[in-house]
Structures are given as structure tokens and as C-alpha cells.
């Protein structure tokens, strides 16, 4: 089996199954369901570790959490690198938020991914979500959020990381009530899921290629065209992204191909000209998956991977797992497989496993 033979495989498994190889341990926040009410601002402060926080409104009236919280339909990933330079005037979204539609934030679970500032949690939370949740890998921006959760009468809190890869956790724990619920594909036209990640990083390709891979836990919670993706980022990196220009030539063939796997589309960008900082135009990419095309190449892609991991094909295994420079035991560890069972037919449960594994130690 080739190199790109084995890449393909694994990102087409990666798709349907995914684990961070970052770490945090989210905690709960809470907060106010009033649309109305400004999100308290930040001060400045420092910090070294990683962190995350959640926020789930309340019920005023009740003082008990929002029933709908229970029955969330919807999820939402923000992030973006550079709140300190957008400053606080959440106005400056506006234009982007009611794209995406306000719609498919009031009453839904958000998370935001590397909340800086809080800057994307403050403007979503004036139009209602259910919960948010935010996440902080780098805890020089910890004193801000703290901060919020001084400014919402102690209703909300912020918590560091511990271990890697815990994510998944989480996610499977927190919110397995989709864990049963697979999509068929007419359910595409009216996403039941939603992603909005907004980011600035060096390598564009290859943060959306791990996001990709890594936010999809199970295939009844990101999957078959349920989960419409939209991208926040500087113009120039839109504009890099979108004429396949990037920066990291490993990363290259690896969205190019994981974007015609998942059989996603690329979208009109936002008008830049209005909504934001002059001194950095943003731009907002949706990424639109198609659900017959994933759902007919799922089974398939899953097949072969059984396939060439099982007892006849064990050389091929060895050769996926040197050609990723995998140590197989680190790798059995993480997948939590024993040894003998390369020697047996493997399930496709282990080959999930044994896929995301690789794709774990590969972001490292």
C-alpha cells in the first residue's frame, strides 16, 4: 500500500470518526438568556497554561437552567487569534453573524474555539444561544475570561487543562444525546448541526484539515451533510486558501483531497468592505458537505480500511504505520488495542480507533 494510499485512508475514516490532540477540560459557565444584555468586558492579564470554559444559560424567571438546553439541536465552533486588534466593538460582526443567520444561533449550543478575549462569545450571546461554550488553549488570555465570569455575578467560571485529548471525552459525555441520531441524507436541507469556526493561523490548510478531522466524534454526530462549516479568517488567508496557495506543502494535497472526499463546496465570501476593522478585513468561507456523496463513500472507505488492516493484510499495516512514522506501541496504547489484535480480524470500531490514533500523534 502507498503512502497516499494509506493518507486516503485514514482521512476518509478520520471524517466520521475524530479526536483532538490538544488539551482541555471543559467546565460548565453560566450565564444570562437575555439577547439584550452586553457580555461583560475584558481587562488585561497573562498566563501560561491551556484552558476552557462553557456557558450555559439560565432561566431568569426560574433561576434554573433552560429546558432547552437539555434538547440542544445545534453546535457552533468560533475562533479567531486577534480580538486585541477588532477591540470591543462587537458591532463589527454584525455583517457576519447575520449571514450565518441569526436563526442559527438563538436558542443553539455554541463553541468557541480559542476565545482570546471572549470577543466571538460576547457578540453570539446578544442573540440568545442556548449555551456556549469556550475554549482557550493559551492561558495568557485566562485573566480575560476570568474576568467575564467575575462580570456575570459568579454565574460563570473558567477552568485550565490537564491531559491531552479530551475533547472526545467530553463531547461523548456531554453531549451523547447525538450519538444515536444519524442523519439520512434528505436531512441535509435543514442542518441539525452547526459548525461556525473562525480562526487566524500561519498554515490555514492544515488547521481546517485537523478541524475536519478532529471535530467529528462519532457518525451520528457530525455527519451526512448535517454539519454546514463556516470559516472566519483574514482576507489574505481566505484568498491563499480558496486559489489552493498554501503556505505548507504537506498540508496542500491534504485539504484539496479531504474537501473532494467530503464532498464539500466552497462558498461566495462575505463582502469585506463593510463590519470590520479597516486594518484587518476578514473574510467568512462556508464549506457546505454533500450527504448522498458522503454517505455512499462512507461504507465503501470503511470497508477497505477493515479491509487492509485485517489478519491477511498485516504487511500493509506495518507499512501504514511506518510510513506515518507511528510507533506501534504508542499507537496501540492510545487506541486502547491490545497487541494480539493485529494478529486477528480486526472491528471497525478498532479501525476507527487505530485511525485517529495516527491522526493524534501526526498533529502532535
Keep these: 500500500m502507498q503512502i497516499q494510499d494509506a493518507a486516503l485512508l485514514l482521512r476518509t ?22 439577547p439584550t444584555k452586553p457580555s461583560a468586558s475584558n481587562d488585561n492579564g497573562s498566563g501560561d497554561d491551556s484552558l476552557s470554559n462553557s456557558l450555559v444559560v439560565k432561566d431568569d424567571s426560574t433561576g434554573t437552567e433552560d429546558s432547552k438546553a437539555a434538547d440542544i439541536t445545534s453546535r457552533i465552533n468560533l475562533g479567531y487569534g486577534h480580538d486585541e486588534k477588532l477591540g470591543n466593538d462587537l458591532s463589527l460582526l454584525t455583517p457576519y453573524i447575520e449571514w450565518i443567520g441569526v436563526d442559527n444561533i438563538c436558542n443553539k449550543h455554541v463553541i468557541s474555539v480559542n476565545s482570546n478575549f ?4 460576547r457578540a453570539l450571546c446578544d442573540y440568545n444561544p442556548t449555551r456556549v461554550t469556550a475554549v482557550e488553549y493559551d492561558t495568557k488570555y485566562h485573566p480575560y475570561l476570568e474576568q467575564m465570569a467575575e462580570n456575570s455575578n459568579g454565574m460563570m467560571s473558567v477552568s485550565t487543562a490537564e491531559e491531552a485529548r479530551t475533547l472526545r471525552r467530553y463531547v461523548t459525555t456531554n453531549l451523547s444525546h447525538f450519538l444515536d441520531r444519524v442523519p439520512s441524507a434528505t436531512d441535509h436541507d435543514k442542518p441539525s448541526d452547526l459548525i461556525v469556526t473562525a480562526f487566524s ?20 454526530l457530525f455527519q451526512y451533510g448535517a454539519v454546514p462549516l ?15 496557495q498554501h503556505d505548507d506543502k504537506w498540508s496542500q494535497p491534504y485539504i484539496t483531497s479531504f474537501v473532494k472526499a467530503a464532498g464539500a463546496v466552497r462558498s461566495t465570501l462575505v463582502d469585506t468592505s463593510v ?28 470497508a477497505q480500511v477493515q479491509a487492509a488492516l485485517s489478519s491477511k493484510t498485516r504487511r500493509p499495516v506495518s507499512h501504514i504505520f511506518k510510513s506515518f512514522g ?16 493485529l494478529a486477528k480480524d480486526l472491528t471497525i470500531s478498532d479501525v476507527d480507533r487505530i485511525a485517529m490514533a495516527v491522526a493524534a500523534i501526526r498533529f502532535e
Design 326 to 341: 507511528v510507533d506501534v506501541n504508542e499507537l496501540l496504547e492510545m487506541a486502547e488495542i491490545e497487541p494480539d489484535r
Design 13 to 34: 475514516v478520520s471524517e466520521s470518526l475524530g479526536e483532538l490532540a490538544t488539551s482541555f477540560t471543559p467546565t460548565e459557565l453560566h450565564g444570562t438568556s437575555d
Design 118 to 121: 471572549g470577543f466571538w462569545p
Design 275 to 302: 463590519g470590520c476593522a479597516k486594518s484587518l478585513p476578514m473574510s467568512l468561507i462556508h464549506f457546505q458537505p454533500h450527504a448522498e456523496r458522503r454517505i455512499q463513500s462512507s461504507s465503501k472507505d470503511l
Design 201 to 220: 493561523v500561519q498554515s490555514q490548510s492544515r488547521w481546517i484539515y485537523q478541524l475536519l478531522c478532529d471535530c467529528i466524534d462519532r457518525q451520528g
Design 230 to 244: 463556516y470559516i472566519f479568517t483574514p482576507k489574505d488567508h481566505a484568498d491563499q486558501l480558496l486559489a489552493n
